[in-house]
């Protein structure tokens, strides 16, 4: 069965985009799948989670919940000015705060990482004071910890690669399809693995909607699959053989570290862009 798994590479290709709780997010087991035959769909969509901390650096990459901002917390930029209705959906908000820094009124933090402002002591004003020791105590206490008190000063944060939203097309028993949409025998998927439970842009909170029902659903089809297939198959490494030929075809140097499995799709175009933009 195929499951998420990190590569570590994403954490070049966007730079400061790529720090997700300290994890880089692009994700490599589609391509697994892919290997032998299965469909992809919508992978070039990732999801953005606008919020992470951007300064101390300490604590860089954690993630601000979305209440921040439901409870009244606003974005603002260097001069300020509120640029962004704060409860538009995910990607709007993300990408507003990247064009906001891109368009040259964002923070840098000491180091020169991207930023801008998250008021958070308005929610005191709005509500009343205390509410964000009541209803963010770990934020706060996160914050207070480095000697940052959010009901008095406002935080650095920044955008984050958060979700694969494509992957594997399967069906509804977790099955992966070929292009042609039967089911490749063996190849079960469950999870951010898999594409289209989400449609091309995940709401927030629904990837555990999406591991119970198709964990179960694949996990039962699975065991039941295990057990009707009378033949049991010679277990061996030639699967790894068959991968340093693959690599050696493909020009991908042997020297970097696991888990890279795809070659640098990276044109001198994109490469040039990236560097513009931090
Ligand atoms: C910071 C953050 C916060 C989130 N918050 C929420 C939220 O509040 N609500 C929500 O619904 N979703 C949330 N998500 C999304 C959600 O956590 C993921 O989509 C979900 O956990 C994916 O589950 P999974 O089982 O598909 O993959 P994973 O949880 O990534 O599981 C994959 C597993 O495979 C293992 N693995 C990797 N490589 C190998 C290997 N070679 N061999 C064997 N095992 C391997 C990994 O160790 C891991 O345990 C959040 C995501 C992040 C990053």
Redesign the pocket.
């Known amino acids: 069965m195929c ?4 590569r570590p590479r994403g954490y070049e290709v966007i730079k400061d985009e790529a720090i ?2 300290g ?1 880089p ?1 692009l994700e490599f087991s589609p391509a697994l799948g892919y290997r032998v035959g299965a469909k992809l769909r919508d992978v070039d969509i990732l999801q953005y989670h606008p919020t992470r901390a951007a300064w101390p650096e300490t604590i860089r990459g954690e ?1 601000i919940p979305e209440k921040t901002r439901s409870l009244g917390g606003q974005l603002v930029n260097i001069k300020g000015e509120l640029f962004i209705y704060e409860l538009e959906p995910r990607d709007v908000v993300a990408s507003a705060i990247i064009r906001e820094y891109a368009e040259g009124r964002g923070v840098v933090t000491p180091i020169g990482a991207h930023a801008v402002w998250l008021d958070t002591p308005v929610i005191e004003e709005i509500r009343e004071p205390g509410t964000i020791k009541r209803e963010l105590p770990a934020l706060y206490r996160m914050f207070k910890r480095q000697g940052i008190d959010i009901t008095v000063d406002p935080i650095l944060i920044y955008p984050t690669l ?2 694969q939203n494509g992957g594997l097309e399967i069906d509804p028993y977790g099955r992966a399809l070929k292009p042609d949409g039967k089911p490749i025998p063996g190849l079960f998927v ?4 898999a594409g289209g439970v989400h449609g091309r842009n995940r709401l927030v ?4 909607a999406d ?1 119970l029902v198709f964990g179960r659903r694949t996990g039962i089809n699975t065991a039941k699959t295990v057990k009707s297939n009378n033949s049991k198959p010679k277990i061996s490494l030639n699967h790894l053989k068959v991968y340093m030929k693959e690599l050696a075809k493909a020009g991908v140097p042997k020297t970097r570290k696991a ?1 890279i499995l795809l070659p640098d799709y990276r044109g001198e175009k994109v490469l040039l862009r990236s560097i513009k933009l931090l």
Request: proline fraction near 5%; charge should be neutral.
């Open positions: 499951t998420r798994l990190y997700n709780v994890i997010v993630l958060h979700y469950a999870g951010e693995v909170g629904n990837s555990l591991i888990p």
